[in-house]
Nanobody
Framework: QLQASGGGLVQAGGSLRLSCTAS????????MAWFRQAPGKEREFVAA????????RYSDSAKGRFTISRDNAKNAEYLQMNNLNSEDTAVYYC???????????????????WGQGTQVTVSS
């Protein structure tokens, strides 16, 4: 139901914009988020956005460089990533909670719906 796209190969210092589109279910009243998993590491939280975008949460590594946003009319969310470095190399997953609300959780177990992931590779 969630499809992530926009990943690719980029040089350090560059930018990428990830997109996540939903189908089969409307997520306009649900918090959506991005997680990532680097090789050999556990999946980690990146950013989350509440339904009206009035509440956003970022990991320490994402603050100041990444911006999460959403377009409820398109049932989609986005992650603008700037000033990328090699530590950002990972598979990025979009996710959505099942319940309505404005809480932006960073806990993986709170998210029921997951996209398939899109690879981001940053070359140094």
């Amino acid at each position: 139901q969630l499809q992530a796209s926009g990943g690719g190969l980029v040089q350090a210092g560059g930018s990428l914009r990830l997109s996540c589109t939903a189908s089969g279910r409307i997520f306009s009243l649900n918090t959506m988020a991005w997680f990532r998993q680097a090789p050999g590491k556990e999946r980690e939280f990146v950013a989350a956005v509440s339904p009206t975008e009035n509440n956003k949460r970022y990991s320490d590594s994402a603050k100041g460089r990444f911006t999460i946003s959403r377009d409820n009319a398109k049932n989609a969310e986005y992650l603008q990533m700037n000033n990328l470095n090699s530590e950002d190399t990972a598979v990025y997953y979009c996710a959505a909670v099942d319940t309505r609300g404005w809480v932006t959780s960073s806990r993986e177990r709170d998210y029921k719906y997951w996209g398939q992931g899109t690879q981001v590779t940053v070359s140094s």
